[in-house]
């Protein structure tokens, strides 16, 4: 399968600091990628979805000013939590599509990034 | 209702056990069915994608789709404890321009004792 690559895989900050969060494509062109977040022993909840060179599409609820995403290249999207509260502690997991549309359209996952805000 | 259905378990079973896991859904439009796999603190990892109703096959793993019933199934034969892991299912509509939004159940959560 395609490689998706999350770094860092966890980060601990203090309140009130921004943490940057970068997700590549290692083998292919991501066209969209997908953020999402995930709270312990729960499923996945969609963020944004995020297309290179335009604005990220936020999923409601979600403050876009909280979570700023960049998708500046075909193979790497950032998200940026900034003003990082406890509230924002969670495992964050970006994903990439490969070939848009249709069966052949993939959907995989970096290894994921723990936020833990003291 | 949610769109997708899927029993949070915890599910416990014998090695060597054959292992089913399942999803409904509700809206018939789905067309492309998943199952992920997803180890404690890891991001979920692709194993079975297909489209159409019937079975498919692949090593120890068989997904299943029964688009009439609205209804999706993985079996694992011959469990080994290191498919120990949380299961989502993921499902999504019809080709449509720009990259699509899959919508995941809920995971299982799957142990295999020795």
Redesign the interface.
């Known amino acids: 399968?395609a490689v998706?690559s999350?770094h860092p895989s966890r980060v601990i900050c203090k309140s009130g600091t921004s943490v940057k969060i970068e997700c590549r494509s290692l083998d292919f062109q991501a066209?969209?990628m997908?953020w999402y977040r995930q709270f312990p022993?729960?499923?996945?909840m969609?963020m944004a979805?995020s297309?290179e060179g335009s604005k990220a599409t936020y999923e409601q609820g979600v403050e876009k000013d909280k979570f700023l995403i960049n998708h500046a290249s075909l193979t790497l999207s950032t998200l940026t939590v900034t003003s990082a509260h406890p509230e924002d502690s969670s495992?964050y997991?970006c994903?990439a599509?490969t070939e848009?549309?249709?069966?052949n359209?993939?959907?995989?996952?970096?290894?994921?990034t723990?936020l833990s805000v003291l | 209702q949610k769109e997708v259905e899927q029993d949070p378990g915890p599910l416990s079973v014998p090695e060597g056990a054959i292992v089913s896991l399942n999803c409904t859904y509700s809206n018939s439009a789905f067309q492309y069915f998943m199952w992920y796999r997803q180890y404690s603190r890891k991001g979920p990892e692709l194993l079975m994608y297909t489209y159409s109703s019937g079975n498919k096959e692949d090593g120890r793993f068989t997904a299943q789709v029964d688009k009439s019933s609205k209804y999706i199934s993985l079996f694992i034969r011959d469990s080994q404890p290191s498919d120990s892991a949380t299961y989502l299912c993921a499902m999504k509509g019809p080709y449509a321009k720009g990259a699509q939004k899959l919508v995941f159940g809920q995971g299982t959560r799957l142990t295999i004792n020795p």
């Open positions: 399968g998706v999350q066209t969209t997908f022993k729960k499923s996945l969609l979805t297309n495992f997991i994903s599509t848009r549309g249709g069966l359209e993939k959907l995989f996952f970096g290894s994921g723990q």
